[in-house]
């Protein structure tokens, strides 16, 4: 059964840290392009980073490059989004996408498979 689990959501204080993951099962994560997404409170989903399949590539957002890290391992069949220096802004469900044929710049293309979203927020 195709299917992503995401994890590692939770409250954490400005300048704090979190790591989420988006486990893979009924298909090899490697394959393709990985991207990571967020929605924060009344306004559209953006796209965050993305991972390239055929280099490994990594690709951000202005609002997030320096601080977040997109990783994968493949062995796990697990993509990893490292969130460092965490601001209120970056408050959201972020949402893992699979089946990208590419990366066009940090915005996961054609994504075909989708994570149900962990909450992020960001709050003293």
């Known amino acids: 059964q195709l299917q992503l689990v995401e994890s590692g959501g939770g409250l954490v204080q400005p300048g704090g840290s979190l790591r989420l993951s988006c486990a893979a099962s009924?298909?090899?994560?490697?394959?393709?392009?990985i991207g990571w997404f967020r929605r924060a409170p009344g306004k559209k989903r953006e796209g965050v980073s993305c991972?390239?399949?055929?280099?490994?590539?990594?690709y951000y957002a202005d609002s997030v490059k320096g601080r977040f890290t997109i990783s994968r391992d493949n062995a796990k069949n697990t993509v990893y989004l490292q969130m460092n220096s965490l601001k209120p802004e970056d408050t959201a469900v972020y949402y893992c996408?699979?089946?990208?044929?590419?990366?066009?710049?940090?915005?996961?293309?054609?994504?075909?498979?989708w994570g149900q979203g962990t909450q992020v927020t960001v709050s003293s």
């Open positions: 996408a699979a089946h990208c044929s590419h990366c066009s710049g940090y915005v996961c293309y054609g994504p075909g498979s």
């Open positions: 991972i390239s399949s055929s280099d490994s590539s990594t």
């Open positions: 009924g298909f090899t994560l490697d394959y393709y392009a």
